[in-house]
């Protein structure tokens, strides 16, 4: 997906920029995409967005850059601020190739269905869930290769040899592996005590499945789980501030590694700036919560 910079910026102002200034302001916006980290960077732009405001840190950033590069001072509108922020997310993720900053922005754009008017450019959105929704699928697969003569080797007390050097090796004990976690979640998701409520139930199971999961992109056998724990609910939905309180009995307060992280974040602290605004009015069904969930719980799992 391509972004032109210059067309971003002078859709959002009434007197557009000169060319020498739009041309400056992609040039220090491409130089700084290469020094940020590109979680924070994404963060950063969820915050701007489920809060509604302008980054106002980017602001002074680029601000300072331009009077450093140029020796003269620039003013940023603050509706420049989206499109800046949003050229510099998609350069850096697009860049960079990582999976987990493109997954920390679909989580939170997943949040804004429905409220697309809060979304700057939406189209950026379509591309982060269906790019990030094909690489989870990519990544997780696991060569399939023939395991049953080794394990019944050793069902057999035949000395078997494995060289964990060759390839074929590694993708036969990981199939195994894979296997013996998905059954062993399975029963554990049905041993698993009755919750006060659903939204706690969901929670725990949930946790359940993503602390024991070996690796982060088990993804397809752990969305056949997520199906499997909301089979039965209603299509009912509730704010997150009743989930809040439904979910209290069960949630430990604890720091979320990434921002992105919003759900758990508003769950697990009383202070988090979120349950003060509009954020805590959303409304998601037993379903949404669950997926939305699952995609921070795994993000979390990954940068612990």
Known sequence: MEMNLKDMLTDNLVVP???EILNRLEQICQKYSDELDASEMASRYINSV?????DLDLKETIEGKYQAEYKTSIHLP????????????????????????????????????????????PEFFIYVVDYTDALLKSKSKIETVDDKSFMKGLFHDKYTTLDLSKKESQDMMKNI?????????????LDLPEADNLYARIYKMLKDLVDSMPWELHNEQSLSQIRQITKQAKPNKITIRQIVEKVSSVVDEYACLDDSS?????????QDNLRSSGFMDKQ?????????????LLLEKHYE
Not at 262 to 270: H, I
């Open 17 to 19: 920029f000169e060319d």
């Open 50 to 54: 489920l809060m509604n405001e302008s």
């Open 78 to 121: 603050k509706c420049v601020m989206r499109p800046l922020t949003v050229y510099i997310v998609h350069r850096m993720i697009t860049n960079e190739g990582d999976i987990w900053p493109y997954l920390a922005i679909r989580n939170c754009l997943a949040l804004c269905v429905g409220e697309f008017e809060r979304v700057p450019y």
């Open 177 to 189: 592996v894979r296997d013996a976690w998905y059954y062993r979640i399975q029963n554990q998701l």
């Open 262 to 270: 919003v759900l758990l974040r508003v769950m697990s602290n009383s």
């Open 284 to 296: 998601l069904s037993a379903k949404e919560f669950a997926l939305y969930l699952y995609y921070e």
